[in-house]
């Protein structure tokens, strides 16, 4: 079975800085795109950053420049550095992968998309 297990949540002052992590536990060969999301309460559920397998990243313009997606393809992890943080960054972040390849007995299966349990982030001003 394979799935995200995300870490590093919790709770900040404004101005400072949290690291979430996210492993992709499972017999994986390979994972496309992996990035972050999150979702305030009251509303939809966000891009945050994405990276690609190799390397390309993109960032929703509220957080540019202050967080930072990184990735290390052997171990099939994710982190998302996240400094200056700001109240408004409060919300459940959870971490996504696009196009999980993994081995299923004999088999190579693709899960076209996965999504990790979600950990909190709260910024108190």
């Known amino acids: 079975q394979v799935q995200l297990v995300e870490s590093g949540g919790g709770l900040v002052q404004a101005g400072g800085s949290l690291r979430l992590s996210c492993e992709a536990s499972?017999?994986?060969?390979?994972?496309?795109?992996m990035g972050w999301y999150r979702q305030a309460p009251g509303r939809e559920r966000e891009l945050v950053a994405t990276?690609?397998?190799?390397?390309?990243?993109n960032y929703a313009a509220s957080v540019k420049g202050r967080f930072s997606i990184s990735r290390d393809n052997a171990k099939n992890t994710v982190s998302l550095q996240m400094n200056s943080l700001k109240p408004e960054d409060t919300a459940v972040y959870y971490c996504?992968?696009?196009?999980?390849?993994?081995?299923?007995?004999?088999?190579?299966?693709?899960?076209?998309?996965?999504w990790g349990q979600g950990t909190q982030v709260t910024v108190s001003s």
């Open positions: 996504n992968a696009d196009n999980v390849y993994y081995k299923d007995t004999i088999w190579r299966r693709r899960l076209g998309d996965l």
């Open positions: 499972g017999s994986i060969f390979s994972i496309d795109a």
């Open positions: 990276i690609s397998s190799g390397g390309s990243t």
